[in-house]
Protein backbone atom coordinates (compact mmCIF):
# COMPACT_ATOMS: atom_id res chain seq x y z
CA UNK A 1 0.00 0.00 0.00
CA UNK A 2 1.53 3.15 -1.04
CA UNK A 3 0.10 6.89 -0.10
CA UNK A 4 1.19 10.50 -0.51
CA UNK A 5 1.96 12.08 2.92
CA UNK A 6 2.84 15.39 3.87
CA UNK A 7 7.02 16.31 4.26
CA UNK A 8 9.25 18.78 4.89
CA UNK A 9 11.94 19.00 1.83
CA UNK A 10 10.47 15.30 0.50
CA UNK A 11 12.36 13.44 3.83
CA UNK A 12 9.96 11.56 6.42
CA UNK A 13 11.04 11.67 9.07
CA UNK A 14 11.98 15.67 8.45
CA UNK A 15 15.68 16.94 8.28
CA UNK A 16 17.44 17.17 11.60
CA UNK A 17 18.40 21.14 12.77
CA UNK A 18 21.38 20.86 14.48
CA UNK A 19 22.20 23.92 17.13
CA UNK A 20 24.57 25.14 19.98
CA UNK A 21 23.43 25.96 23.22
CA UNK A 22 22.31 29.10 23.40
CA UNK A 23 21.98 29.95 19.28
CA UNK A 24 18.75 31.62 17.03
CA UNK A 25 18.02 29.95 13.99
CA UNK A 26 15.54 31.26 11.97
CA UNK A 27 13.54 28.39 9.66
CA UNK A 28 10.65 29.70 7.02
CA UNK A 29 8.35 27.28 6.01
CA UNK A 30 7.05 27.39 2.70
CA UNK A 31 3.74 25.79 2.86
CA UNK A 32 3.72 23.79 -0.89
CA UNK A 33 1.10 21.59 0.28
CA UNK A 34 -3.32 22.21 0.37
CA UNK A 35 -3.41 22.05 3.69
CA UNK A 36 -2.89 24.33 6.59
CA UNK A 37 0.39 24.30 8.52
CA UNK A 38 2.48 25.34 12.10
CA UNK A 39 5.05 23.87 12.93
CA UNK A 40 6.06 24.05 16.69
CA UNK A 41 9.97 23.37 18.16
CA UNK A 42 8.90 21.74 21.17
CA UNK A 43 10.68 21.94 23.70
CA UNK A 44 12.40 25.28 23.01
CA UNK A 45 11.22 27.58 25.30
CA UNK A 46 11.42 30.89 22.92
CA UNK A 47 11.78 33.55 25.98
CA UNK A 48 9.60 36.08 25.30
CA UNK A 49 9.34 34.49 21.80
CA UNK A 50 5.44 33.15 22.05
CA UNK A 51 5.35 34.79 17.98
CA UNK A 52 7.38 31.76 16.98
CA UNK A 53 6.34 28.48 19.18
CA UNK A 54 3.59 27.39 16.62
CA UNK A 55 0.17 26.10 18.25
CA UNK A 56 -2.38 26.92 15.81
CA UNK A 57 -4.92 29.18 17.03
CA UNK A 58 -2.71 29.65 20.64
CA UNK A 59 -0.24 32.31 19.07
CA UNK A 60 -0.67 32.00 15.19
CA UNK A 61 -3.31 31.41 12.68
CA UNK A 62 -1.99 28.66 10.04
CA UNK A 63 0.43 29.13 7.42
CA UNK A 64 -1.83 29.14 4.44
CA UNK A 65 -1.16 26.80 0.98
CA UNK A 66 0.95 29.47 -0.71
CA UNK A 67 2.13 31.45 1.80
CA UNK A 68 5.49 31.46 3.92
CA UNK A 69 6.47 32.47 7.49
CA UNK A 70 9.90 32.76 8.90
CA UNK A 71 9.91 31.36 12.70
CA UNK A 72 12.60 32.21 15.19
CA UNK A 73 13.88 29.60 17.22
CA UNK A 74 15.74 31.35 20.68
CA UNK A 75 17.93 28.29 21.87
CA UNK A 76 18.45 29.34 25.81
CA UNK A 77 19.45 26.64 28.55
CA UNK A 78 18.51 23.38 26.88
CA UNK A 79 21.39 21.12 25.47
CA UNK A 80 20.60 17.69 24.53
CA UNK A 81 17.60 16.12 22.03
CA UNK A 82 14.18 18.54 21.38
CA UNK A 83 12.15 18.01 18.11
CA UNK A 84 9.87 20.08 16.07
CA UNK A 85 6.66 18.93 14.86
CA UNK A 86 3.47 20.19 12.94
CA UNK A 87 1.15 21.61 15.54
CA UNK A 88 -2.31 21.82 12.98
CA UNK A 89 -4.84 19.21 12.44
CA UNK A 90 -3.11 15.37 12.55
CA UNK A 91 0.00 16.62 10.45
CA UNK A 92 2.78 15.84 13.11
CA UNK A 93 2.11 12.11 12.03
CA UNK A 94 4.57 12.53 9.04
CA UNK A 95 5.76 16.32 9.75
CA UNK A 96 8.39 16.02 12.78
CA UNK A 97 12.10 15.86 12.83
CA UNK A 98 14.79 16.08 15.58
CA UNK A 99 16.46 18.70 17.22
CA UNK A 100 19.98 18.22 18.28
CA UNK A 101 21.45 21.18 21.06
CA UNK A 102 25.06 20.04 21.31
CA UNK A 103 27.08 21.82 23.80
CA UNK A 104 28.10 25.28 24.10
CA UNK A 105 31.79 25.33 22.02
CA UNK A 106 34.52 24.96 24.62
CA UNK A 107 32.23 22.79 26.99
CA UNK A 108 31.25 18.93 26.36
CA UNK A 109 28.98 16.26 27.54
CA UNK A 110 28.85 15.39 31.28
CA UNK A 111 29.67 11.61 30.13
CA UNK A 112 32.61 10.38 28.03
CA UNK A 113 32.19 11.82 24.53
CA UNK A 114 29.98 9.65 22.22
CA UNK A 115 32.19 7.95 19.14
CA UNK A 116 28.77 8.62 16.72
CA UNK A 117 25.30 10.23 17.51
CA UNK A 118 22.13 8.16 16.12
CA UNK A 119 18.57 9.82 16.15
CA UNK A 120 16.21 7.15 16.63
CA UNK A 121 12.33 8.86 15.86
CA UNK A 122 9.59 6.52 16.87
CA UNK A 123 6.74 6.67 15.28
CA UNK A 124 2.74 5.88 14.37
CA UNK A 125 1.64 5.29 10.69
CA UNK A 126 -1.89 4.99 9.03
CA UNK A 127 -2.28 3.69 5.57
CA UNK A 128 -5.54 6.12 5.86
CA UNK A 129 -5.17 9.48 4.99
CA UNK A 130 -4.74 10.69 9.10
CA UNK A 131 -6.42 13.80 8.54
CA UNK A 132 -9.35 11.77 7.61
CA UNK A 133 -9.16 9.49 10.80
CA UNK A 134 -9.32 12.46 12.84
CA UNK A 135 -11.91 14.56 10.84
CA UNK A 136 -14.40 11.09 10.86
CA UNK A 137 -13.95 10.78 14.39
CA UNK A 138 -14.85 14.49 15.50
CA UNK A 139 -17.97 14.15 13.14
CA UNK A 140 -19.58 11.06 14.13
CA UNK A 141 -18.00 11.46 17.84
CA UNK A 142 -16.18 7.77 18.02
CA UNK A 143 -12.56 7.03 18.38
CA UNK A 144 -10.28 7.23 15.79
CA UNK A 145 -9.36 4.76 13.56
CA UNK A 146 -6.27 2.50 15.32
CA UNK A 147 -3.08 3.19 13.35
CA UNK A 148 -1.67 -0.05 11.49
CA UNK A 149 2.13 0.19 12.38
CA UNK A 150 4.85 1.88 14.30
CA UNK A 151 7.94 3.16 12.92
CA UNK A 152 11.47 3.50 13.82
CA UNK A 153 13.04 6.55 11.79
CA UNK A 154 10.18 6.02 8.87
CA UNK A 155 10.08 2.68 8.46
CA UNK A 156 8.09 -0.01 10.27
CA UNK A 157 10.78 -2.62 10.10
CA UNK A 158 10.53 -6.73 9.61
CA UNK A 159 7.23 -7.84 11.19
CA UNK A 160 5.20 -6.13 9.18
CA UNK A 161 4.12 -7.23 5.57
CA UNK A 162 5.81 -4.37 3.66
CA UNK A 163 8.64 -2.06 3.53
CA UNK A 164 11.29 -4.47 4.63
CA UNK A 165 13.98 -4.18 2.54
CA UNK A 166 13.55 -0.42 4.15
CA UNK A 167 14.07 -1.75 7.47
CA UNK A 168 16.42 1.27 9.13
CA UNK A 169 20.07 -0.11 10.12
CA UNK A 170 22.42 0.87 12.65
CA UNK A 171 26.02 -0.10 11.88
CA UNK A 172 28.29 -0.24 15.00
CA UNK A 173 31.91 -1.07 15.81
CA UNK A 174 32.85 -3.31 18.67
CA UNK A 175 34.16 -1.13 21.49
CA UNK A 176 32.75 2.27 20.63
CA UNK A 177 30.02 3.88 22.42
CA UNK A 178 27.00 5.74 20.82
CA UNK A 179 24.67 8.32 21.90
CA UNK A 180 20.88 7.13 20.48
CA UNK A 181 19.05 10.56 20.75
CA UNK A 182 15.45 9.05 20.88
CA UNK A 183 12.04 10.87 20.05
CA UNK A 184 8.80 9.78 20.41
CA UNK A 185 6.79 11.47 17.53
CA UNK A 186 3.68 9.05 17.87
CA UNK A 187 0.64 10.84 18.11
CA UNK A 188 -1.75 8.53 20.17
CA UNK A 189 0.58 5.83 22.02
CA UNK A 190 3.06 5.60 24.61
CA UNK A 191 5.65 3.12 23.78
CA UNK A 192 8.42 0.63 25.61
CA UNK A 193 11.91 0.60 23.56
CA UNK A 194 14.61 -1.86 23.65
CA UNK A 195 17.83 -2.84 22.05
CA UNK A 196 18.42 -6.99 21.98
CA UNK A 197 21.73 -8.33 24.18
CA UNK A 198 22.14 -4.14 25.19
CA UNK A 199 21.51 -2.16 28.19
CA UNK A 200 21.03 1.20 27.96
CA UNK A 201 22.27 4.23 29.85
CA UNK A 202 19.51 6.87 30.49
CA UNK A 203 21.93 10.27 30.43
CA UNK A 204 19.30 13.06 29.82
CA UNK A 205 15.49 13.60 29.08
CA UNK A 206 13.83 16.53 27.25
CA UNK A 207 17.20 18.47 26.50
CA UNK A 208 18.16 18.60 30.37
CA UNK A 209 20.97 15.64 31.69
CA UNK A 210 19.92 12.91 33.86
CA UNK A 211 22.38 11.31 36.56
CA UNK A 212 22.67 8.14 34.21
CA UNK A 213 21.42 5.06 35.29
CA UNK A 214 21.15 1.48 33.21
CA UNK A 215 17.86 -0.08 31.94
CA UNK A 216 16.89 -3.05 29.69
CA UNK A 217 14.09 -0.82 28.34
CA UNK A 218 12.75 2.83 28.40
CA UNK A 219 8.85 3.79 28.31
CA UNK A 220 9.06 6.76 26.97
CA UNK A 221 5.20 9.11 25.99
CA UNK A 222 4.61 10.88 22.85
CA UNK A 223 6.28 14.11 23.24
CA UNK A 224 9.68 12.67 25.26
CA UNK A 225 12.60 12.88 24.53
CA UNK A 226 15.41 10.64 25.57
CA UNK A 227 19.04 10.59 25.51
CA UNK A 228 20.60 6.94 25.57
CA UNK A 229 24.23 5.43 25.51
CA UNK A 230 24.71 1.92 23.63
CA UNK A 231 27.98 0.42 24.26
CA UNK A 232 28.73 -1.59 21.66
CA UNK A 233 29.84 -4.56 23.84
CA UNK A 234 29.26 -8.41 22.10
CA UNK A 235 31.71 -10.28 20.98
CA UNK A 236 31.33 -12.72 18.09
CA UNK A 237 30.58 -15.83 19.79
CA UNK A 238 32.69 -19.17 18.82
CA UNK A 239 34.07 -16.95 15.87
CA UNK A 240 30.34 -16.22 15.14
CA UNK A 241 29.98 -13.01 12.54
CA UNK A 242 26.05 -12.97 13.87
CA UNK A 243 26.09 -9.74 15.78
CA UNK A 244 22.47 -8.30 14.44
CA UNK A 245 19.97 -7.36 16.83
CA UNK A 246 16.82 -5.95 16.65
CA UNK A 247 15.83 -3.08 18.26
CA UNK A 248 12.02 -2.66 18.89
CA UNK A 249 9.34 -0.21 20.68
CA UNK A 250 5.52 -1.42 21.05
CA UNK A 251 3.06 0.42 22.73
CA UNK A 252 2.46 0.96 26.63
CA UNK A 253 -1.24 0.73 26.66
CA UNK A 254 -2.26 1.77 30.15
CA UNK A 255 -6.29 2.13 29.74
CA UNK A 256 -8.20 -1.09 30.19
CA UNK A 257 -10.72 -1.54 27.73
CA UNK A 258 -9.80 0.85 25.23
CA UNK A 259 -7.87 -0.69 22.21
CA UNK A 260 -4.80 0.41 20.86
CA UNK A 261 -2.13 -0.35 18.38
CA UNK A 262 -0.84 -3.88 19.24
CA UNK A 263 1.81 -4.19 16.43
CA UNK A 264 5.73 -3.90 17.14
CA UNK A 265 8.28 -2.29 15.17
CA UNK A 266 11.92 -3.22 14.45
CA UNK A 267 15.37 -1.58 13.47
CA UNK A 268 18.32 -3.23 13.31
CA UNK A 269 21.74 -2.80 15.28
CA UNK A 270 24.22 -4.72 13.16
CA UNK A 271 27.87 -4.85 13.99
CA UNK A 272 30.68 -4.58 11.14
CA UNK A 273 31.25 -7.71 8.97
CA UNK A 274 28.16 -9.03 10.39
CA UNK A 275 26.37 -12.24 8.37
CA UNK A 276 23.35 -12.10 7.57
CA UNK A 277 21.13 -14.01 9.78
CA UNK A 278 17.91 -13.27 11.54
CA UNK A 279 18.67 -10.64 14.38
CA UNK A 280 17.92 -11.45 18.33
CA UNK A 281 14.37 -10.05 19.56
CA UNK A 282 14.50 -8.02 22.80
CA UNK A 283 12.20 -8.06 25.71
CA UNK A 284 9.61 -5.92 26.16
CA UNK A 285 7.24 -5.64 28.98
CA UNK A 286 3.63 -6.78 28.31
CA UNK A 287 1.37 -3.54 27.14
CA UNK A 288 -0.45 -3.08 30.33
CA UNK A 289 2.56 -3.82 32.68
CA UNK A 290 2.12 -0.40 34.29
CA UNK A 291 4.28 -1.61 37.14
CA UNK A 292 7.43 -1.82 34.77
CA UNK A 293 6.38 2.09 33.36
CA UNK A 294 6.12 3.35 36.63
CA UNK A 295 9.59 1.87 37.85
CA UNK A 296 11.28 3.03 34.80
CA UNK A 297 10.02 6.91 35.30
CA UNK A 298 10.65 7.16 39.18
CA UNK A 299 14.62 6.29 38.11
CA UNK A 300 15.01 9.86 36.47
CA UNK A 301 16.68 11.97 38.54
CA UNK A 302 18.35 15.85 37.27
CA UNK A 303 22.36 15.32 37.01
CA UNK A 304 22.23 18.46 39.27
CA UNK A 305 26.23 18.61 38.89
CA UNK A 306 28.34 22.16 39.72
CA UNK A 307 28.31 22.92 35.28
CA UNK A 308 24.62 21.65 35.24
CA UNK A 309 23.04 23.29 38.42
CA UNK A 310 19.41 23.24 38.71
CA UNK A 311 16.80 25.92 40.77
CA UNK A 312 14.07 24.05 41.80
CA UNK A 313 11.52 26.48 43.54
CA UNK A 314 11.41 25.56 47.51
CA UNK A 315 8.57 27.20 48.25
CA UNK A 316 5.07 28.73 45.99
CA UNK A 317 3.44 31.30 45.52
CA UNK A 318 0.32 29.84 43.70
CA UNK A 319 -1.02 25.62 43.93
CA UNK A 320 -2.97 24.52 40.31
CA UNK A 321 -4.82 21.69 40.85
CA UNK A 322 -6.02 20.56 37.36
CA UNK A 323 -8.41 17.28 36.94
CA UNK A 324 -7.47 15.72 33.56
CA UNK A 325 -10.81 13.13 32.35
CA UNK A 326 -11.81 11.55 29.33
CA UNK A 327 -15.27 12.41 28.68
CA UNK A 328 -18.88 12.41 27.16
CA UNK A 329 -20.67 15.56 25.09
CA UNK A 330 -24.48 14.52 24.77
CA UNK A 331 -25.75 14.04 21.21
CA UNK A 332 -29.66 14.12 20.08
CA UNK A 333 -31.28 11.52 20.20
CA UNK A 334 -27.94 9.20 21.20
CA UNK A 335 -27.09 9.56 17.49
CA UNK A 336 -22.88 9.77 17.82
CA UNK A 337 -20.44 7.10 17.78
CA UNK A 338 -18.99 7.49 21.21
CA UNK A 339 -20.00 5.38 24.87
CA UNK A 340 -23.94 5.46 25.06
CA UNK A 341 -24.71 7.39 21.90
CA UNK A 342 -23.02 10.47 22.89
CA UNK A 343 -19.92 12.19 21.02
CA UNK A 344 -16.07 11.28 23.28
CA UNK A 345 -14.99 14.58 24.65
CA UNK A 346 -11.81 15.57 27.10
CA UNK A 347 -10.88 18.13 30.09
CA UNK A 348 -8.94 19.80 32.52
CA UNK A 349 -10.77 21.10 35.30
CA UNK A 350 -14.23 20.08 33.91
CA UNK A 351 -13.38 22.51 30.88
CA UNK A 352 -13.26 21.22 27.70
CA UNK A 353 -11.31 23.72 25.50
CA UNK A 354 -12.48 25.42 22.13
CA UNK A 355 -10.16 26.77 19.91
CA UNK A 356 -10.94 30.12 18.98
CA UNK A 357 -11.07 31.85 15.53
CA UNK A 358 -8.37 33.94 15.70
CA UNK A 359 -5.20 33.39 18.06
CA UNK A 360 -5.46 33.98 21.46
CA UNK A 361 -1.91 35.78 21.47
CA UNK A 362 -2.76 38.06 19.18
CA UNK A 363 -5.62 38.77 20.80
CA UNK A 364 -3.99 39.46 24.21
CA UNK A 365 -1.40 41.21 22.52
CA UNK A 366 -3.85 43.57 20.54
CA UNK A 367 -6.82 43.42 23.80
CA UNK A 368 -9.57 42.16 21.12
CA UNK A 369 -12.14 41.17 23.42
CA UNK A 370 -14.80 37.76 23.03
CA UNK A 371 -12.14 35.98 22.10
CA UNK A 372 -11.17 33.73 25.33
CA UNK A 373 -12.28 34.21 29.16
CA UNK A 374 -9.53 34.07 32.13
CA UNK A 375 -12.19 32.34 34.38
CA UNK A 376 -9.53 28.76 34.10
CA UNK A 377 -10.04 27.77 37.72
CA UNK A 378 -7.09 27.05 39.76
CA UNK A 379 -8.93 24.29 41.37
CA UNK A 380 -11.48 21.21 40.12
CA UNK A 381 -15.05 22.59 40.26
CA UNK A 382 -15.95 20.02 42.42
CA UNK A 383 -13.96 17.14 44.20
CA UNK A 384 -15.07 13.51 43.93
CA UNK A 385 -13.21 10.04 44.42
CA UNK A 386 -11.15 10.81 41.32
CA UNK A 387 -9.67 7.34 40.87
CA UNK A 388 -12.58 5.32 42.17
CA UNK A 389 -14.03 2.56 40.26
CA UNK A 390 -17.76 3.12 38.70
CA UNK A 391 -17.98 6.80 39.13
CA UNK A 392 -21.29 8.67 38.37
CA UNK A 393 -22.07 9.05 35.15
CA UNK A 394 -23.26 12.68 35.85
CA UNK A 395 -19.38 13.41 35.95
CA UNK A 396 -18.85 13.07 32.49
CA UNK A 397 -20.14 15.57 31.21
CA UNK A 398 -18.07 18.68 30.72
CA UNK A 399 -18.40 22.50 29.88
CA UNK A 400 -17.07 23.28 26.74
CA UNK A 401 -14.88 26.96 26.74
CA UNK A 402 -12.09 28.59 25.86
CA UNK A 403 -10.74 29.37 29.27
CA UNK A 404 -7.18 30.35 29.97
CA UNK A 405 -5.08 30.55 33.75
CA UNK A 406 -3.39 34.08 33.71
CA UNK A 407 -0.02 33.83 35.57
CA UNK A 408 2.01 37.57 37.23
CA UNK A 409 5.25 37.57 36.27
CA UNK A 410 8.02 35.57 38.27
CA UNK A 411 5.13 33.54 40.16
CA UNK A 412 6.47 30.67 42.08
CA UNK A 413 4.09 27.71 40.67
CA UNK A 414 3.50 24.02 41.42
CA UNK A 415 1.14 22.28 39.25
CA UNK A 416 -0.90 19.12 40.38
CA UNK A 417 -2.05 16.97 37.96
CA UNK A 418 -4.35 14.85 39.23
CA UNK A 419 -5.94 11.47 36.59
CA UNK A 420 -9.60 10.41 37.02
CA UNK A 421 -11.26 7.27 36.08
CA UNK A 422 -13.79 8.84 34.37
CA UNK A 423 -14.27 6.59 31.15
CA UNK A 424 -10.90 5.49 31.43
CA UNK A 425 -8.08 5.62 33.76
CA UNK A 426 -4.59 6.03 31.73
CA UNK A 427 -1.19 7.79 31.53
CA UNK A 428 -1.39 11.07 30.45
CA UNK A 429 1.88 12.55 28.55
CA UNK A 430 1.13 16.99 29.34
CA UNK A 431 3.18 19.09 27.85
CA UNK A 432 3.75 22.70 28.69
CA UNK A 433 4.77 25.16 26.07
CA UNK A 434 7.54 27.74 26.97
CA UNK A 435 8.80 25.91 30.01
CA UNK A 436 10.54 23.13 31.43
CA UNK A 437 9.49 22.20 34.71
CA UNK A 438 10.73 19.83 37.76
CA UNK A 439 8.67 17.20 38.29
CA UNK A 440 8.60 16.98 42.27
CA UNK A 441 6.27 14.25 42.84
CA UNK A 442 3.86 11.54 41.63
CA UNK A 443 1.82 8.74 43.12
CA UNK A 444 -1.11 6.48 42.20
CA UNK A 445 -4.52 7.33 43.52
CA UNK A 446 -5.87 10.81 44.84
CA UNK A 447 -3.45 13.39 45.55
CA UNK A 448 -3.48 14.80 49.26
CA UNK A 449 -2.42 18.06 49.75
CA UNK A 450 -1.39 17.45 53.40
CA UNK A 451 0.63 14.62 52.98
CA UNK A 452 2.30 13.90 49.56
CA UNK A 453 4.01 16.82 49.78
CA UNK A 454 6.43 15.46 52.61
CA UNK A 455 7.37 12.99 49.99
CA UNK A 456 8.47 15.70 47.28
CA UNK A 457 11.94 15.31 45.89
CA UNK A 458 13.02 18.72 45.97
CA UNK A 459 16.82 17.86 45.83
CA UNK A 460 16.86 16.22 41.96
CA UNK A 461 14.19 16.35 40.15
CA UNK A 462 13.64 15.66 36.68
CA UNK A 463 13.83 19.02 34.37
CA UNK A 464 10.96 18.25 31.74
CA UNK A 465 8.57 19.70 29.46
CA UNK A 466 6.46 16.60 28.97
CA UNK A 467 5.39 15.36 32.53
CA UNK A 468 3.62 11.19 32.75
CA UNK A 469 0.84 11.35 35.02
CA UNK A 470 0.53 7.99 35.95
CA UNK A 471 -3.04 5.76 35.36
CA UNK A 472 -5.35 6.66 38.14
CA UNK A 473 -2.60 9.19 39.88
CA UNK A 474 -0.81 12.14 40.06
CA UNK A 475 1.51 14.37 39.29
CA UNK A 476 2.99 17.43 40.82
CA UNK A 477 5.61 20.47 38.85
CA UNK A 478 6.56 22.73 40.07
CA UNK A 479 8.06 26.12 37.75
CA UNK A 480 8.83 30.17 38.23
CA UNK A 481 6.73 32.11 35.49
CA UNK A 482 9.72 34.28 34.25
CA UNK A 483 8.85 33.50 30.41
CA UNK A 484 6.11 36.12 29.48
CA UNK A 485 3.71 35.52 27.29
CA UNK A 486 0.78 32.93 25.70
CA UNK A 487 1.65 29.20 26.32
CA UNK A 488 -0.03 26.43 25.34
CA UNK A 489 -1.08 22.92 27.91
CA UNK A 490 -2.29 19.89 26.49
CA UNK A 491 -2.12 16.23 26.65
CA UNK A 492 0.18 14.78 24.12
CA UNK A 493 -2.18 12.12 23.08
CA UNK A 494 -3.49 13.55 19.90
CA UNK A 495 -7.03 12.08 20.11
CA UNK A 496 -7.31 13.85 23.42
CA UNK A 497 -5.72 17.23 22.12
CA UNK A 498 -8.78 16.96 19.88
CA UNK A 499 -11.17 16.05 21.93
CA UNK A 500 -10.12 19.05 24.22
CA UNK A 501 -7.72 18.26 26.79
CA UNK A 502 -6.03 21.37 26.82
CA UNK A 503 -5.49 25.01 28.09
CA UNK A 504 -3.47 28.15 27.58
CA UNK A 505 -1.32 30.04 30.11
CA UNK A 506 -0.88 33.87 29.75
CA UNK A 507 2.51 35.16 32.07
CA UNK A 508 2.32 38.85 32.37
CA UNK A 509 4.61 41.06 31.71
CA UNK A 510 7.62 42.05 34.60
CA UNK A 511 9.35 45.10 35.11
CA UNK A 512 12.03 45.73 32.43
CA UNK A 513 12.96 45.33 28.89
CA UNK A 514 14.24 41.33 29.69
CA UNK A 515 10.74 40.75 31.10
CA UNK A 516 8.86 42.07 28.79
CA UNK A 517 6.94 40.08 25.50
CA UNK A 518 8.61 40.76 22.31
CA UNK A 519 6.87 43.01 19.70
CA UNK A 520 5.60 40.51 16.66
CA UNK A 521 7.24 40.33 13.75
CA UNK A 522 6.06 41.72 10.83
CA UNK A 523 4.72 38.92 8.40
CA UNK A 524 2.87 36.70 11.18
CA UNK A 525 0.17 34.97 8.65
CA UNK A 526 -3.44 36.15 9.09
CA UNK A 527 -6.48 34.54 9.84
Known amino acids: HTKKILTVNGQFPGPTIEAEKGDTILVRVHNLAGYNIT ?33 TILFSEEEGTLWWHAHSDWNRATVHGAIIVHPRRGTTYPFPKPYKEIP ?8 ANVSEVIEDALRTGGGPKLSDAFTINGQPGDLYNCSKSGTFKALVEYGKTYLLRVVNAALNEELFFAIAGHQLTVVGTDASYTKPFTTEFIMITPGQTMDLLLEANQQSVNNSTNNRYYMAASAYASANGVASDNTTTTAIIEYINSSTTRPQFPSLPASNDTDSATKFTAKLRSLASKDHPIHVPQTIDERIIITIAVNEILCPNHSCQGPDGNRLAASLNNISFVAPRIDVLEAYYRDIHGVYGTGFPSEPPFYFNFTGDNLPKSLLFPKTATEVRVLEYNTSVEMVLQGTNLLAGLNHPIHLHGYSFYVVGRGFGNYDKDKDPAKYNLVDPPFENTVTVPKNGWAAIRFRATNPGVWFMHCHLERHLSWG ?15 RLLPPPPNMPPC
Open 120 to 127: IILGEWWT
Open 39 to 71: IHWHGVEQPRNPWSDGPEYITQCPIQPGTNFTY
Open 501 to 515: MDTVFIVKNGVGPQA
